[in-house]
């Protein structure tokens, strides 16, 4: 990546027939037919959708800004004599599909068609970005002063996140008159396109591979000692959360990498996008300088000899084609930072040629070139068990059949085998008098139930630890993939993929029950990537009838997080215990989330406890 970022899509035209699929009700033709001469505030309007979509437009005027020579190519254009009304923005995106002739400072007077374009398509839920298309661009002079920005900041940003959806136009926000002095999605709204600016920030979001980075402007918003900003509960969105990209290309000046804590100093300016991936988006003419705050990787304790240490690790995506660096990174991180766990979940293990989609399933290469990094690294020689997928039955990467892995200490823990588990035979309970056992070890639950089509079956196995038996239950449930983000135009959003989560959650659930009605006090894990927060209704279904308890609610609130998302920190990976399981430690060891460096994008999680 030189002087683009690939993830920008071209941006085409989203037209009045977008009207008609329901996505823009609620627009209403405030200005007349004639739209001759209009200003840049009245294409805008006061909702999310102009009134003049779909409409030629002639003689609009307005200083550029902001010029984007990649991506998604245009510039944006800002009215210097602003209107009386808060909610109407007096900028805006002009896309020319070429790369822009104009430049910052010049004065413009442009004709052309008023578009409504929503990043993601019209099925995503996004909201939509007012533009002018096909522009016809007279450059009336040149180096005239930018309109001043807007500062961003903690007092100008609503504490309220955003009104709620019109039930009358299918829980849309897009048709509601805008109110930037109570809901911060409206503040932003009603900035669109607009030159804004922020002073120094704390970085809530790493730089990632896509030059971009997230900041807060409210430094006290759901804050944690790392200086990220926690996302507790679907009504704790952040709003001071805001992306940042640079307008300069990459070959020209490298967007600066930032781990969560550190400072964007100075001054950041330039006009408001709204974008697929975060929705509005500082494009920064004038970018701050990151001030490194020192963030350093979390090490876990080491467990006491008669203490058992259970890990689940997402380890995204590992085949033996990925280099060595990454297998002994993460081999350091499970003997260094988490203390050489006794047993070790692991999710998202690929087959041994990886992507290549040619019908392998097996994993022993890759699980091999893995412990054998972790022997090299001064760790313990994991043993380890797992079951083979049906080749592209099981979701992920095509070709790449992930799936979950138990790697475990002999020296410590042994595992009881029985044979017969295969990716299409389910596992059950058996016993009596108290002692529960499986049918299958290793075994998978349920593999028959559709909660599981094209996603990861759990990985059950039978343990045993100083005379006790353990039952760790390995999952990796169906991904976020398909919901609508929190800058939905529908409030709130739709979160489709709960649906099949919930029933991945109710059969393990289910499974968990059928131990412990032979054994109340059987010591039962439910470890992995969960994909889920702590207080969703996922976890909700895994708790049920007290069956488990997340062991990330043993932390402080400000604690609970295994990945960073949009600039917020969440759950998505979990420990649940049954009610056997009397007394634990529980650690979320932070080493990867929150940096731009990575070996994973999730953290790993630790539960150390005395069987």
């Keep these: 990546m030189s002087s683009s970022i690939p993830r920008f899509a071209a941006v085409s035209a989203v037209v009045a027939s977008a009207l008609a699929a329901g996505l823009l009700a609620g627009s209403s033709s405030a200005v007349a037919e004639d739209a001759a001469g209009v200003r840049i505030h009245d294409i805008q309007g006061t909702t999310r959708v102009s009134p003049l979509v779909g409409k030629q437009v002639t003689g609009v005027t ?3 800004t902001g010029v984007r020579t990649y991506g998604s190519r245009g510039f944006w254009i800002q009215d210097p004599e602003a209107d009386a009304n808060p909610a109407t923005s007096e900028g805006i995106f002009v896309f020319t599909s070429s790369v822009p002739t104009v430049a910052v400072g010049d004065a413009v007077s442009l004709n052309g068609t008023v578009t409504e374009y929503v990043p993601g398509g019209l099925t995503s839920g996004n909201q939509s970005l007012t533009q002018i298309s096909k522009p016809v661009i007279t450059v009336v002079s040149k180096g005239n002063p930018v309109p001043a920005p807007v500062t961003v900041s903690a007092w100008s940003v609503p504490e309220e996140y955003t009104p709620a959806g019109d039930p009358a136009a299918g829980g849309s926000i897009n048709g509601l008159t805008l109110d930037p002095e109570t809901y911060a999605l409206d503040y932003y709204e009603s900035l669109e396109g607009m030159n804004v600016a922020i002073g120094s920030s704390r970085v809530v979001g ?25 996302y507790g509960s679907y009504e704790s969105q952040n709003t001071g959360r805001l992306q940042v990209q640079s307008l300069t290309p990459l070959a020209q000046q490298p967007f600066p990498k930032a781990n969560v804590g550190d400072r964007l100093t100075g001054t950041t300016e330039g006009p408001l996008d709204f974008n697929q991936f975060g929705g509005y988006t500082l494009t920064a003419r004038t ?21 058992l240490a259970v890990a689940t690790y997402n380890v995204e995506n590992l085949d033996p084609t990925d280099p060595q660096e990454k297998f002994d990174a993460l081999a350091k991180a499970v003997v260094e930072n988490l203390a050489s766990p006794d047993i070790v979940a692991l999710e998202e293990i690929q087959d041994n040629n990886g992507a290549k989609n040619d019908g392998t399933v097996a994993a022993d290469v890759t699980v091999k070139k893995f412990t054998d990094a972790i022997v090299a690294a001064g760790g313990p020689a994991y043993e380890w068990r797992s079951i083979d997928p049906v080749n592209g039955k099981d979701g992920g990467e095509p070709g790449g059949n992930i799936r979950q892995v138990f790697l475990f200490n002999p020296e410590r823990v042994s595992f009881t085998d029985r044979a017969g588990g295969d990716a299409t035979t389910a596992t059950a309970v058996t016993g009596s008098k108290g002692r529960a056992a499986l049918t299958l070890s ?4 349920d593999p028959a139930n559709a909660a599981w089509e094209a996603s990861r079956k759990p990985l059950a196995g039978e343990f045993v630890f100083r005379g006790r038996t353990v039952f760790v239950i390995a999952n990796h449930f169906g991904s976020k993939g398909g919901d609508e983000s929190i800058v939905s135009h529908h409030q709130p959003p739709t979160r489709s993929s709960e649906a099949k989560r919930l029933l991945q959650a109710q059969a393990v659930n289910a499974f968990v029950k059928d131990i412990t009605a032979i054994d109340k006090q059987a010591d039962v894990l439910v470890v992995g990537d969960i994909n889920d927060f702590e207080f969703s209704g996922t976890t909700q279904a895994l708790t049920e009838g ?6 990330v609610k043993s932390l402080p609130r400000s604690e609970r997080y295994s990945y960073v998302y949009q600039g917020n920190t969440q759950v998505l990976d979990q420990i649940l215990t049954s009610p056997g399981v009397h007394h634990f430690e529980y650690d979320s ?16 999680q630790v539960l150390r406890f005395r069987p």
């Design 62 to 64: 307005g200083i550029v």
């Design 206 to 230: 790493a730089t990632d591979p896509y030059a971009e980075l997230w900041v807060t402007v409210k430094p006290w918003e759901n804050r944690n000692l790392r200086g990220g900003t926690v």
């Design 287 to 307: 970018l701050g300088t990151v001030v490194d705050r020192g963030l350093e990787r979390e090490t876990t304790d080491k467990q006491h000899k008669n203490e």
């Design 442 to 445: 290793p075994g998978r639950i």
């Design 546 to 551: 007290g069956a488990l308890y997340p062991a």
């Design 589 to 604: 060891v932070h080493i990867n989330a929150e940096f731009a460096d990575q070996d994973s994008d999730h953290d790993p």
